[in-house]
């Protein structure tokens, strides 16, 4: 081995999850052409990757958000209760908020875009084995439009931030147009709370009836 070459146990190990083989590939042969870190595993769904994970210790696993079995996040929750020392960046198309927000409590350390990542994948890679967070610069730029408009809806109705986190959770549910007994299932409750929460929160922004309720929810639904 040159004197100058790295012994192979202190190159970073990389997992890569992903069930679409081609685009897994591509982002195999980004990172080896690279040659700052290795690959150590891929697979092509979540509970593989899990026992993976478990298995080889990575010390950055990229994962894809959506994949048969368990999800990216379930996996990064799995991986925190067993108190794994594994760094996570998460690919997903989801640039709302609240899907970025769940990624960051959950213990993401990189949020990329699958837009971005043939040009983000290892600046990514090297900001999280550094203990850095790394965001797409898009999500980054679209976060602080976001908060201008989300400043502009609570002034136009400052009884939004009276509403509790289960009313918030319900009128999230109803901007992507779902109805009462689909929220109620969801939320493992009955059809009857739902409509009275819905009644409560009527009350509270000033609104008559629960179509202007969901007229309000769906034209604002990036912001809820």
């Known amino acids: 081995m040159p004197e100058s070459a790295l012994p192979v146990e202190t190159i970073p190990g990389v997992l890569i999850a992903d069930d679409h083989p081609i685009f897994r590939e591509g982002l195999v042969r980004a990172i080896e052409r690279d040659g ?8 092509g769904d979540g509970g593989e990757a899990l026992r993976l994970i478990r298995e080889l210790r990575p010390d950055v696993a990229v994962l894809d958000i959506a994949m048969p079995v368990l999800s990216g996040l379930d996996i990064v929750k799995s991986a925190s209760r067993d108190k794994l ?15 970025f927000n769940e990624a960051m409590d959950a213990g993401v350390r990189g949020y990329v875009l699958k837009d971005s990542v043939a ?7 090297r900001a999280v084995a550094a203990g850095e967070y790394y965001i797409s610069p898009t999500i980054s730029t ?8 989300l400043k502009s809806l609570s002034q136009m109705l400052p009884a939004l ?20 007994r689909e929220i109620a299932g969801e939320l493992s409750v009955s059809v ?14 000033g609104l008559k009836g629960h179509n202007q309720l969901l007229l309000l ?5 990036s912001l809820l």
């Open 36 to 43: 700052t870190f290795r690959i150590i595993a891929q697979c």
């Open 85 to 99: 020392t594994t760094a996570f960046i998460v690919l997903t198309m989801y640039n709302e908020e609240r899907y």
């Open 119 to 125: 040009t983000e994948l290892i600046a990514s890679l």
């Open 142 to 149: 679209q976060l602080i439009d976001r908060n201008t408009k």
């Open 161 to 180: 931030g009276s509403l509790t986190p289960t009313e918030r959770r319900i009128l999230r549910l109803l901007s992507l147009n779902k109805t009462s």
């Open 192 to 205: 009857r709370t739902i409509e009275n929460h819905r009644t409560h929160i009527c009350a509270k922004l």
């Open 217 to 221: 929810a769906i034209r604002h639904r």
